[in-house]
């Protein structure tokens, strides 16, 4: 069936996209100013074979000599490059199909690197963007807020982060007053990353649950929904579904954080990044592409990445050129997060965590790809074209119960 919100491209083999669209807009990029959070470094060290038995040995030792386990909570990695490198990177692949470009990296929850981009002449083709951690309820959301304007970004940021990092002020009252607020800007695009991402690791069920009603309660200010170019096929066409079912067009968010290009882009006919905003917000209207790479099996591609965050950068400055440099932890001896290089640890950590590294580098290799593509299941097999990717638009009754139809309008 046709969608009517958003026009969806799959590219099996590299193409010049001129003939479709003017620019080529790429979202959602991460850089060397985004902290990863490290809090599921447990769950899945338990899940893994071989790195459970380290783990637990390591987590025992650690735990007799502090006195506790080891506290993740506050612990982060940062991606390798810096914010010029990365809008390099995806400018180069949108020329190369023939496209001018635009492109908003999204840290999270600052928006330093867009920042340097702008500091010594305005660049229109990078907007100030960043991806906002959106605390809700039990859990949270990442909403790409794209386009802020180049003088009140600072303050406008620190609105959002007060809200994020200051639990007295969650409630959907403050919520809706900013979320309001930024609506007013006709400039801004606000797009709900990975919404179908069990991101806060509270189960399948209970965050489809959150996820409504996060959208029962502020899905009005939300503009587009997210392509998202490191979740699988299965996940994003049950996005798309969903986001037909409410009316709203999609967007698409790389999400990268190594050293590739996205594999998912925008197209438009405008020439600025206003323009497109336009096409988004008052037209309802998108499209998107899934670049060739897209098809590779996801997790080929996650390992991948990976391999590439773990890789020593030997041209890069001191402090940022070994994996352990871009690593920080707070061991609880009274000095707070530091990069792993900083604790003593030559190697780089603990036996179980190298072991852990070498296990991601190997799997991402060229080598395993054909492995991946074997185990990777029929549902997650990007279709050859549209024709043949059989969404089926869910009801909107059946979709969020006791959701208003003016609630996304």
């Known amino acids: 069936m046709n969608l009517r919100q958003t026009r969806l491209h799959i590219l099996r083999n590299a193409e010049n996209l001129a003939p479709k669209a003017k620019t080529g807009i790429s979202l959602h990029c991460h850089t060397e100013h985004s902290k990863e959070m490290l809090d599921f470094v447990p769950v899945y060290a338990e899940k893994m074979p071989i790195i459970a038995q380290f783990w637990h040995k390591e987590r025992e030792k650690y735990i007799q000599k502090e006195g506790r386990a080891p506290d993740f909570s506050n612990a982060y990695w940062s991606p390798p490059l810096t914010a010029t490198q990365v809008f390099e990177i995806e400018k180069t692949q949108i020329n190369q199909a023939g496209l001018d470009a635009i492109v908003s990296i999204t840290d999270h929850d600052s928006i330093d690197g867009n920042v340097k981009l702008n500091a010594d002449a305005e660049n229109p083709t990078a907007p100030i963007s960043l991806e906002w951690t959106v605390p809700f309820e039990y859990g949270y959301f990442h ?3 794209h386009n802020l304007p180049k003088h009140g970004a600072v303050e406008l940021t620190k609105t959002l982060l007060d809200y994020t990092f200051t639990p007295e002020l969650h409630s959907n009252e403050r919520l809706r007053e900013i979320l309001a607020m930024l609506n007013e800007l006709p400039g801004v695009l606000m797009i709900l990353n990975h919404p179908l991402w069990d991101i806060e690791m509270v189960g399948k069920e209970r965050h489809e649950h959150l996820l409504k009603d996060f959208i029962r309660e502020h899905g009005r200010w939300i503009h587009a929904f997210e392509v998202n170019g490191f979740r699988s096929w299965s996940e994003n066409k049950a996005v798309i579904e969903m986001a037909e079912a409410l009316g709203i067009p999609m967007a698409t968010g790389g999400d990268r954080h190594g050293c590739r290009p996205n594999t998912v ?3 438009s006919n405008g020439r600025t990044f206003e323009e497109f905003v336009e096409e988004i917000r008052v037209d309802k209207r998108s499209e998107v592409v899934l670049m060739p790479e897209y098809r590779y099996p996801l997790h080929s591609r996650q390992m991948q990445s990976f391999g ?8 890069f400055p001191e402090g ?4 352990f440099d871009r ?3 707070d061991t609880g001896d009274g000095n707070g997060v530091r990069a792993l290089s900083s604790h003593g640890w030559r190697l780089g950590g603990p036996k179980w965590l190298r072991a ?3 296990t991601l580098g190997f799997l991402g290799s ?3 790809r054909p492995v991946f593509q074997l185990l990777r ?3 997650d097999r990007v279709p050859t074209n549209v024709e043949k990717a059989k969404f089926e638009i869910p009801e909107l009754d059946d979709l969020l119960i006791g959701l208003q139809s003016d609630a996304v309008s």
Request: proline fraction near 7%; charged fraction near 15%; avoid cysteine.
């Open 143 to 145: 909403v790409g807020v």
């Open 265 to 267: 882009i925008n197209l």
């Open 308 to 315: 590439e965050i773990l890789t020593h950068y030997p041209q």
């Open 320 to 323: 940022r050129q070994r994996w």
């Open 327 to 329: 690593v920080f932890f």
């Open 356 to 358: 852990a590294i070498w």
């Open 366 to 368: 060229p080598t395993m």
């Open 377 to 379: 299941k029929s549902k």
